[in-house]
Structure formats: C-alpha cells, structure tokens
C-alpha cells in the first residue's frame, strides 16, 4: 500500500513538472524580440560621435503570438540616471523603425530600446555611444529681433524662413515653402491668451489648427516640421542664460528629445523656448513682446546652431 502511494506521488510530481515546464515553454515563447538594423548609414555599438552630429539608430523587433504595445526609448547616463527620449504605442506584431537623434555633451550613454507586448512582456537591446572628447562647441546664428503677424494681422507676415531670418505673408510663403520652418497664429484656449508657434509640418502631425488659419498648407509639397520642448514649462531656461549664450552649448542641452511636440502654446512675454528644426540643429527662442489679438503680432529673438 505504500509503495503504491509513493508511486501515485512520484506520478503526480512528474506530471505537475511536465506541466510547468510546459508553461515556462510557453512563456519564454511569448517574449519579443528586438535587434538592430546594421549597414553604413546606422549608429554602432561603442561608436565615438563629435557633439551635435546625427546618430542614426535602426530598429526591428517582432512577437510570435501577442501583439507588440509600447516602444520606449532611454539614454542611460554614467551615474545610473536616465531620460526617456521615446515612448510610443502601437500594435503590431512587428516593428521596423529608423530614428535619428543628435550626439549630446554626456561622455557615455548607454541607449535603451525596448518593446512591451499585450502579455506585458518585455525585451531590450542596447548600444553605448561615446562622445569624442575632441569635440568642439559651435558658434550661433542670433536674430535679435523678429516680429511676426498672427493670423488676421495685415502688416506683419506670419510664415519664417530661418535661414534668412525673413518673414512672408501666406501667398508668398506657398512660393518659398521649402524655406519655411516657423509659423504663428493666435488663439484663446482654457480661457486664456495663447500666441502659438508652429510650422507647417504640424498640419502631418494630427492636427489642422494651423491648417485652419493658412489653408494652403494643406496643399505644399513640403511641410517642414519644427518640434518645440514644452518641457519649459516646468523647468524653464532664464533670459539671463539666453542672453549670455555665445555658442551652442546651451541650445544642445535645453532641448529634450521626448518633450519635442507640434507646437507651442502660450508663448508669452519672457518664455525662452527650445525648438529643433527639421534638419536637427537646435535652437532657442526668447518672446520679447506677444500681443493678446488676433489682429497682433508677437516680437522674439533668436539663437539657434550655425
């Protein structure tokens, strides 16, 4: 009679082993997975950058049996700390992404990629970039004052070239469109005063606000996108470090890649807004004066990456 029950034992731990290593089986096959693209034009591990130039990371990752919710990327610094530079979602069995960012003045980070899937499963791929310790800070190019119309203004334009520091009006904007990286337009939002910087590529970013005001960008071959940080909200760059700014320094540090939005609301006397370009060169914007109309305009200064 025991050695029966001892054999029922040994059976009933045999099969409950089975069963989980089964489900550990079945687990460990839920977990993405996730690589990096490699070829000439891609960022490789333990790769020296000179400060401010493009890092070029290419991304795929794929799960076999849930789907892929949240891709998030993190620049790891030496002491442990981080900063999140891309969080998005989507849902997707794979997930094939080439994204550029700019070398900043840390000696060493260490990049972060990972992917969720729906069973909130994870996987991550790392790449460490260095800074060349023989990088130089560049010079700025600074227009110490601007005056752009908002929407219903007749004396000042609301399109800028900021490669000329030149201002035009809708009509002439269309013509010079691929030299057009800013735009303003004036609106009331929670019941208060907003003067907006944009640019004509918030109109492929989901949103038509400025679309609204100037319906010929719906029409433009090309639609540069400028992103603005609206991290400054909470941790604001002072006048007194704009006006002291003399290379560029200032403007690579100020600008956080994950705050980097469509626009930027409630640009109001004395806010210093970071801002990246299409191109990637960085810059800064002081608001001088900002009128409370839509017949107004708004005044700024500008430091931005030679």
């Known amino acids: 009679m025991i050695n029966k029950i001892k054999a029922v034992f040994i059976l009933i731990i045999s099969v409950l082993l089975i069963l989980l290593n089964a489900c550990e089986k079945t687990e460990e096959s839920t ?17 020296t950058v000179e400060v401010g130039y ?4 290419g991304v795929q990752a794929r799960s076999t049996e849930s789907m892929i919710t949240n891709f ?6 030496a002491d442990g700390s ?53 990088s130089q ?14 929407q219903q203004n007749i004396e000042f334009g609301q399109f800028l070239d900021l490669n000329e520091g030149k201002v035009y009006f809708e009509d002439s904007a269309e ?20 003067p907006v910087f944009s640019s004509a590529g918030e109109y492929d970013n989901y949103s038509t606000e400025a679309s609204g005001f100037y319906p010929s960008i719906q029409n433009w071959s090309t639609r540069n996108y400028t992103l603005w940080d609206i991290s400054v909200d909470n941790d604001p760059v002072s006048v007194n470090d704009f006006d002291n700014c003399h290379n560029d320094s200032l403007l690579i540090v100020s600008y956080h890649d994950v705050w980097g939005k469509k626009k930027f609301k409630w640009a109001t006397e004395g806010r210093v807004i970071p801002f990246q370009r299409a191109n990637g060169k960085k810059g800064l914007l002081k608001v001088i004066r900002a009128d ?15």
């Not at 998030?72 to 610094?77: A, H, L």
């Not at 900063?83 to 960012?101: E, P, Q, R």
């Not at 800070?137 to 908002?150: A, C, E, K, L, N």
């Open 31 to 47: 977990v993405p997975e996730i690589w990096f693209k490699t070829g000439e034009v891609y960022a490789q591990n333990d790769d």
């Open 175 to 194: 013509i010079n469109q691929s030299a057009i990286e800013l735009l303003s337009y004036y609106i009331e939002e929670d019941d208060l005063p907003s």
């Open 292 to 306: 409370e109309t839509e017949t107004g305009s708004i005044e700024f200064a500008i430091k931005m990456q030679l």
């Open 137 to 150: 800070f560049g010079g700025v190019v600074f227009y110490p004052s601007i005056t752009m119309g908002y």
């Open 72 to 77: 998030v990327i993190k620049k790891v610094f």
């Open 54 to 57: 493009p890092l070029n990371f």
């Open 82 to 134: 981080y900063k999140v530079a891309m969080d998005t979602g989507l849902y997707a069995m794979t997930l094939n992404i080439d994204k550029t960012f700019y070398q900043g003045v840390e000696d060493v980070v260490e990049w972060t990629f990972s992917v969720m899937c729906k069973n909130r499963l994870s996987a991550h791929a790392h790449m460490k970039i260095n800074k060349d310790p023989n």
